[in-house]
């Protein structure tokens, strides 16, 4: 049985409708340019940059979060995929029973930590940033609870992508399923994971668009 959406694109501030983040956040380009080696495994050179904006516009309804910290992490929370045996992304870290908790979804988060403490003092960040940045790196899909508001937030951003037509289509092809199959999960699995008020706004909003775009309400 289909859920009953709340929030729709007329009614929600999000990615879908071109929505822009309306907060003044700090200039992170040295980030950026210092990442993209690590960002064109598992096509992440478009994932990071889009949990990225997600962040953001959580943040604009956050001001109490610390926002670089959270940009930063969500900016760098995959760049781990770059140092893990590729040929065993899919079939290990998506495909297997045990995918959330696979030995390479764990090395992705070491290697992810690692990549970041090599950058980010490159970028002029200190130790006790880097280490609350690598906090929430560390886990970040294999720890069940949120650490902090930041983590609560990159958590939130790093799976609004599912709900969109491109994320949810990259989701079919990761996990071997139908579209229908992915919105079926997002609906029962990943929908309730959800933890801000503007993150789970949003999911519902991208998902019944997507469900309307990708004509899975009559397939």
């Not at 071109?18 to 340019?33: C, E, H």
Request: proline share 4%; hydrophobic share 40%; charged share 30%.
């Amino acid at each position: 049985m289909s859920m009953t959406f709340n929030h729709t694109m007329a009614t929600t501030r999000t990615f879908g409708n071109g929505a822009l983040p309306i907060g003044t956040y700090t200039n992170v380009d040295n980030v950026w340019k210092a990442a993209e080696p690590f960002m064109r495994t598992r096509m992440n050179d478009v994932h990071l940059p889009l949990t990225l904006l997600y962040a953001e516009l959580i943040l604009d309804t956050e001001p109490e979060a610390d926002e670089l910290v959270t940009r930063v992490a969500a900016m760098l929370h995959d760049v781990g995929w770059s140092r893990v045996d590729e040929e065993k992304i899919l079939s290990e870290g998506f495909r297997s029973d045990n995918f959330m908790t696979s030995d390479i979804r764990i090395q992705h988060e070491i290697f992810g930590c690692d990549i970041a403490r090599e950058i980010l003092p490159g970028c002029g960040f200190d130790d006790e940033f880097i280490t609350k940045v690598t906090d929430i790196i560390d886990g970040h899909d294999t720890r069940k609870e949120s650490k902090s508001l930041e983590d609560s937030i990159m958590r939130d951003s790093d799976r609004l992508w599912r709900f969109n037509p491109v994320g949810l289509g990259f989701s079919a092809e990761w996990f071997a399923k139908t579209p229908q199959q992915i919105r079926q999960k997002l609906e029962e699995d990943i929908m309730p994971e959800m933890i801000t008020p503007a993150g789970r706004a949003m999911a519902e909003a991208e998902l019944e668009h997507s469900i309307r775009v990708l004509r899975l309400d009559i397939l």
